[in-house]
Each structure stands twice: as C-alpha cells, then as structure tokens.
C-alpha cells in the first residue's frame, strides 16, 4: 500500500527544494505543498507561533523511511516534524501510479 508523509517547511522555497529532490529521486510519486498554514507549538518551554508550508509526499510503504531521512537531510529545523500517515484506501488507479512512480 502507499503511505503519506507529512512535513512542515519554513519556507515555501524551503519545501520546493525538498519536495522536488523527493520526487526527482523517485523517493515520493507526488508531493503537494500548501503554503501560508500557521502552526501555534511549545518549543523549549515558550509557546511559538510560525508561518510554515505544509509538505505531503505520497510514496510506497517501503520508501517511507528514506523520505523521512532525504526531508530530514535538506530540513533547516533542528526538530523537524515529520509524520507518517498511512493510506488505507482510495482510487486504486491513483494508489497504482504511486506505486509506480516511487520505485
């Protein structure tokens, strides 16, 4: 099955960089990048507040950690949020171009 992982970005220039080494490196199929989100977080004892770009990249079960690991190489945190969120179901054409285009 096919999987998402979830990054926060500072910077959309940031993501794009990020988001096109995965996809070049055919680690994600796809990857959607929504700028302009607001993330209110605790960090070191001090509530924050930040601007971010929400990073999804769709890849197979199986390159979900080097996804984790490639986000994590180019990420300019030094605590990035990266998640994994499994993909339990949807067009299965879609689901099969995922497979396909991350091998």
Not at 4 to 25: C, F, M, N, P
């Amino acid at each position: 099955m096919a999987q998402i992982v979830y990054s926060t970005i500072g910077s959309l220039r940031e993501a794009r960089t990020i988001a096109d080494a995965l996809v070049r490196e055919r680690l994600a199929a796809c990857v959607n990048l929504i700028p302009k989100v607001e993330s209110v977080y605790r960090w070191k004892g001090t509530i924050e507040n930040a601007q971010e770009c929400v990073l999804l990249a769709k890849t197979r079960d199986e390159k979900a950690q080097a996804v984790i690991d490639r986000i994590r190489s180019l990420h300019s945190y030094e605590l990035p949020d990266i998640i994994v969120l499994p993909i339990t179901g949807g067009l299965p054409e879609f689901l099969n171009y995922i497979t396909e285009e991350s091998t």
